[in-house]
């Protein structure tokens, strides 16, 4: 089998197509559908396979970092960010710290609990128990393409608790009684990510007992019926660093075994063929030990060339403000086929929420367009009347740059939120100054000092459940201003 896969690599190193497709714009590309037919591997050269890998990678970055993710929490038992198995909740009684580093943007208001969901034996039944009604709280399910494809929790289904049943794509059943509702995902390995809102350090009592009340359990064993036979057992192979992930040509095989699990869908049946011109497909050949020179380069190329469209979208749409992280996250119905912003999505912030359940307005400039860095200090301030309209709540995250993740600093504090307004000082006018600065601005600032790192930084202010001013545009965030 090994000499066959190294002689179909041979005839697979001959191939490749044409452009990515998607739009660095702030116009929504739709990269599903394509007017030519993908040419015989025979046909293919050197510049069109440097151009499909292209767009393999812009399409594929979000599923192979989200099995790098999932990987990590629930097969490596020896990796430190471990969460435990498949199909069962496990619960984090506390929030994010420098620590955690196998997501970037991690939030730090909110304990999670976690359930990697293996769908393919039978669904799963998710038990949410009553939780007070100024509590705020969201259940997130995610599947293998990163797409949001639904929500329990506050905003959608109210504090009162209740039942709800995940299914795969594969499952044919009935809803079960007292089952709520049935929520089905395209992919047969999902992700449920629970966020659980801690008021203060002394509320995490009350976080542990509402964690409990989490249950999940198998269909089978909700109904109490023999289970059902199980499906194989799944060979996991390791994924790639994060840093890996953006040169090594061993992607395209860790994007194969991810798409084993994601059935196609409809819409992109033409362009996964696409793909498997050049081996890339759950059944794909795709084997980077084999290529030749010239396949090699051409598909480095290509993985270069997917970051440099990635590059110049984040620094001429993204910070500028034209592209928001709103129109990163969704249902693939959202989406509409634009793989750049899933996978601006994925690399800037895995598992955004959707803009209805929260948004993410970012700062990683000044107001005068400088990239913000620890080597200044600057003033992030609301004015009176303008804190973030929010049903649930807010806050301002520090993240170094590029690794995206939270800052150690002195004081352990690693965002300020809507929680600690009793303790920050007000300006005279009723408005609140933040101070951000690698250094304390001195102790009767430091009640709203933000530290940074040293070097490059930016601020993602969290908006949860945001009222329609902050969606519309009538309410903006604030910009860093230098002093």
């Known amino acids: ?22 739009d660095s714009g702030s116009q929504q590309a739709d990269t599903s559908t394509s007017s030519a037919p993908p040419p015989a591997a025979a046909q293919v050269t050197p510049e069109q396979a440097r151009a499909i890998a292209k767009e ?27 969460k435990g198995g498949w199909n069962a909740i496990h619960n984090t009684a506390r929030v994010s710290t420098p620590a955690d580093k196998a997501i970037q943007t991690p939030n730090s208001d909110t ?3 976690f359930v990697g969901a293996d769908l393919r034996t039978e669904p799963l039944v998710l038990t949410v128990p009553p939780i007070e009604q100024d509590r705020y709280y969201s259940l997130q399910f995610v599947d ?5 494809f639904a929500y329990v929790g506050s905003r959608t289904t109210g504090n009162g608790g209740g039942r709800y049943l995940l299914a795969g794509p594969n499952w044919q059943g009935e809803k079960p009684e007292g089952v709520d509702e049935v929520i089905r995902s395209d992919t047969e390995l999902a992700f449920v990510l629970y966020r659980t809102q801690l008021f203060g350090p002394t509320d995490l009592d009350a976080v542990k007992k509402i964690q409990d009340g989490y249950q999940v359990a198998p269909l089978s064993v909700f109904l109490n019926q023999p289970s059902p036979e199980p499906a194989p057992a799944i060979d996991f192979v390791p994924p790639l660093t994060a840093e890996q992930q953006r040169t090594s040509p061993q992607f395209f095989e860790i994007l194969n075994f991810a798409l084993r699990f994601a059935p196609v869908l409809p819409e992109e049946r033409e362009l996964r063929d696409r793909f498997a011109t050049i081996g890339i497909g759950p059944d794909g ?58 996978m601006a999505g994925a690399a800037l912030g895995i598992y955004g929420n959707t803009a209805a359940e929260a948004i993410y307005p970012a700062a990683f400039n000044d107001a005068a ?22 049903n649930a709540f807010w806050s301002v995250t520090m993240y170094e740059l590029p690794a995206s993740l939270l800052v150690d600093n002195p004081i352990d504090r690693y965002l300020i939120n809507s929680a600690m307004l009793p303790t920050l000082v007000p300006d005279v006018d009723g408005g609140y100054t933040l101070y951000v600065q690698n250094a304390s601005p001195g102790p009767e600032k430091e009640p709203n000092w933000l ?19 902050a969606l519309n545009g009538t309410w903006t965030a604030p910009v860093p201003e230098k002093v």
């Open 285 to 342: 050949d795709y084997d980077a030990d084999t290529l030749s020179p010239e396949m090699r380069a051409a598909v480095e190329g290509g993985i270069a060339d997917a970051w440099a469209e990635f590059d110049a979208f984040k620094k001429n749409e993204v910070d500028t403000g034209k592209v928001t992280s709103a129109q990163f996250f969704g249902t693939r119905d959202e989406l509409k086929g634009n793989y750049l912003y899933r």
């Open 111 to 113: 304990p999670y609990s």
């Open 144 to 148: 293998g393409y990163t797409y949001n």
């Open 56 to 82: 393999a990678y812009i399409y594929g970055f979000p599923l192979v970092d989200n099995y790098r993710v999932q990987y990590s929490y629930f097969v490596d038992k020896q990796d430190p960010e471990y």
């Open 451 to 469: 530290p940074a790192p040293k070097g490059p930084f930016g601020l993602v202010l969290r908006l949860y459940w945001p009222k329609p001013d």
């Open 1 to 22: 089998m090994r000499t066959v896969r190294r002689l179909t690599a041979v005839l697979a190193a001959l191939v490749l197509l044409a452009g990515c497709g998607t």
């Open 369 to 390: 367009g400088e990239p913000l860095t620890g080597a200044n200090n600057y003033v992030y301030r609301f004015a009176p009347g303008q804190l973030p309209p929010v």
